[in-house]
Every structure is written in structure tokens, then in C-alpha cells.
């Protein structure tokens, strides 16, 4: 079992419709989590973090997590054709950072 | 305002041969870090710098060699380089003092390739 996984893709919405990529973790310690955009060629941007339970928003990003299923997800409300790109998802625990291998997400003009 | 900037963007290299990939900052961040990302694997630590003069293995350390000359600058060494070296490399900072905090900032990444 990976430490962090994510569904590769590529998933496809149409623009304007919310976008939800998901990640799943395996060390139950870990503490913080974090979201990363990566457009092709490009190198990784942070996007969002989020530390606690429940849901983080920053503008059109929700960030959700639950400890206790283990998984936190991105939702991207209104895509824009802008928004495609591969999602990383990263996780840490015990000083140590884990990416997920990223999902490719692409928003239909 | 360069934020984190990596030299050479491309390189090709034949097995066997050395080279150092550099890296500086002029954000006055802390930590600094060295990864690699391969199709497949996602990204992976090689080294980490928490401060200066101070280095940390990550993930996957084998084959490279580390040097935090400054505060700025982080250099990549490859002593002998394999096929299996062949990937896109990234420096990021962060504000961390551990080094163990997640990167905030990359470079654009070095894409090298060993014959």
C-alpha cells in the first residue's frame, strides 16, 4: 500500500462545475496536509494547506480533511479551463513529507 | 523578484560522468530542499538543509552529495552518474527551521538525462 494515494486520471469536467480530487494516507500520525498544482512541464505551486478537521476554504478551493477515514480531498468550485492541471497531494508525519504521484484534472471549455 | 533559481534546465550526461546542479534563494528562507520526480513515483526527497552548513538524507540519497554553502544556495552533486539518475530534479525552500516542513516555493526544475 503507497503512503499517499491518488487516483491518476485524468478527470474531466465541464467549465463551471465543481472539481473533486481525492487522497487517501496510511500513517494515522500524520499531521498536516497539503495540496499542490503542477501545470504540465512547470514546477509544483502550494495551493493549500489545511491541519485540522473539517473544511478549509480559500477562494474557489475547499480543502476537506478527516482523520479518522484517513483522507482529505480538494474541491475546485467554478473550473475554469485555467484550473487543468495535475493536483499533488502531500502529507506529513513525523518530519517527513509525502507526495501522492498527483491527479490530472482537466476542465472541458 | 527570482524567487528560487536552478542552473542548468537541461543537461545530458553519459554514465559515468559528474555534475553539480545548483540552486539559490533570495526569499531568506531557512530550509532548503533537493528532489526528484519521476513518472510514476511523484516527488521524492534526495537531501534537506535546515539551516546553513547543516544536511539531511531524505528519501532517496543514494548516488548524490549535498552542500549548503550559504543561506542562499544548495548544490546537487552527481559523483558518478547512472541511467537511473535520469529525472527532472527540484530545489524548493521553505521558512521552516527543521527542514521537515513542507516546500513553499520551487524552482523551475533541471531535466536531466543519462545516457
Known amino acids: 500500500q503507497k503512503e499517499v494515494e491518488q487516483n491518476s486520471g485524468p478527470l474531466s469536467v465541464p467549465e463551471g462545475a465543481i472539481a473533486s480530487l481525492n487522497c487517501t494516507y496510511s500513517?494515522?500520525?500524520?499531521?498536516?496536509f497539503f495540496w499542490y498544482r503542477q501545470y504540465s512541464g512547470k514546477s509544483p505551486e502550494l495551493i493549500m494547506s489545511?491541519?485540522?478537521?473539517g473544511d478549509k476554504e480559500d477562494g474557489r478551493f475547499t480543502a476537506q480533511l478527516n482523520k479518522a477515514s484517513q483522507y482529505v480531498s480538494l474541491l475546485i468550485r467554478d473550473s475554469q479551463p485555467s484550473d487543468s492541471a495535475t493536483y499533488l497531494c502531500?502529507?506529513?508525519?513525523?518530519?517527513?513529507?509525502?507526495f501522492g504521484t498527483g491527479t490530472l484534472l482537466a476542465v472541458q471549455p | 523578484n527570482a524567487g528560487v533559481t536552478q542552473t542548468p534546465k537541461f543537461q545530458v550526461l553519459k554514465t559515468g560522468q559528474s555534475m553539480t546542479l545548483q540552486c539559490a534563494q533570495d526569499?531568506?528562507?531557512?530550509?532548503m530542499y533537493w528532489y526528484r520526480q519521476d513518472p510514476g513515483m511523484g516527488l521524492r526527497l534526495i537531501y534537506y538543509?535546515?539551516?546553513?552548513?547543516?544536511?539531511d538524507k531524505g528519501e532517496v540519497p543514494n548516488g548524490y552529495n549535498v552542500s549548503r554553502l550559504n543561506k542562499r544556495e544548495f548544490s546537487l552533486r552527481l559523483e558518478s552518474a547512472a541511467p537511473s539518475q535520469t529525472s527532472v530534479y527540484f530545489c524548493?525552500?521553505?521558512?521552516?527551521?527543521?527542514?521537515?516542513?513542507?516546500?513553499?516555493?520551487f524552482g523551475d526544475g533541471t531535466r536531466l538525462s543519462i545516457l
Open positions: 538543509s535546515a539551516s546553513e552548513g547543516t544536511t
Open positions: 524548493a525552500s521553505s521558512l521552516s527551521t527543521t527542514g521537515g516542513g513542507q516546500p513553499q516555493h
Open positions: 526569499m531568506n528562507h531557512n530550509s
Open positions: 489545511i491541519y485540522s478537521n
Open positions: 500513517d494515522r500520525g500524520s499531521q498536516s
Open positions: 502531500a502529507v506529513s508525519a513525523t518530519n517527513k513529507l509525502i
